[in-house]
């Protein structure tokens, strides 16, 4: 059962390295994340206990996994999904 890695991508309708708009959200995250802006020992405000890096830092963390998961369901559609809407819609959405 030997399967090649091309059929896998083959079978996907839409993907998300094939948007722009995906690569420059990771990108403007990722450098919001990294705290290489903030002039050295650069303390600010605390924020819940924090300093303000580590809380910019902590927001974008946690921004890259809401725009992980929000790039997946939106732009990574396969054959197998419109199948799945359409035995849950003949279903009523229950698994049987």
Sequence with gaps: MSTDSTDLFQALEREPRQFAWVWWGYLILYAIAI?????AGYRGTLILGLPTWVAVTLAAVVGLALWTSLVI????IDGSDSADFAAAARTGGTDE
């Design 35 to 39: 705290p290489w802006y903030w002039p």
């Design 73 to 76: 369901h939106r732009c990574w």
